[in-house]
């Protein structure tokens, strides 16, 4: 069985950082993409950020300049750096992995159970 697990949200004051952390668990063969999303109230999931094995990273506009994203493949661990936080990040954060498990030729989606974020102003 293969779980997702996010840490590292909050309350933060507008302009300050997060670190969010996602690692991947269990029988697990390769991890091809990683990556984050994110949805606000009302509003429908959105990309935030992925990242490839291979380092190779895309950004939503929104956040582009303002975070990083990064993975340790020995971890099983993909992470979000947000700095100068804006009221209009605040969201539900999720984590999102294209994993292939042991004994499985197909590769699936799972996704982790969301951390919040809240940017007060």
């Known amino acids: 069985q293969v779980q997702l697990v996010e840490s590292g949200g909050g309350l933060v004051q507008a302009g300050g950082s997060l670190r969010l952390s996602c690692a991947a668990s269990g029988s697990i063969s390769s991890i091809n993409v990683m990556g984050w999303y994110r949805q606000a109230p009302g509003k429908q999931r959105e990309l935030v950020a992925t990242?490839?094995?291979?380092?190779?990273?895309n950004y939503a506009d929104s956040v582009k300049g303002r975070s990083t994203i990064s993975r340790d493949n020995g971890k099983k661990t993909v992470y979000l750096q947000m700095n100068s936080l804006k009221p209009e990040d605040t969201a539900v954060y999720y984590c999102n992995a294209d994993i292939k498990w042991y004994g499985s030729s197909n590769s699936y989606s799972y996704w982790g159970q969301g951390t919040q974020v809240t940017v007060s102003s």
């Open positions: 990242i490839t094995s291979g380092g190779r990273t």
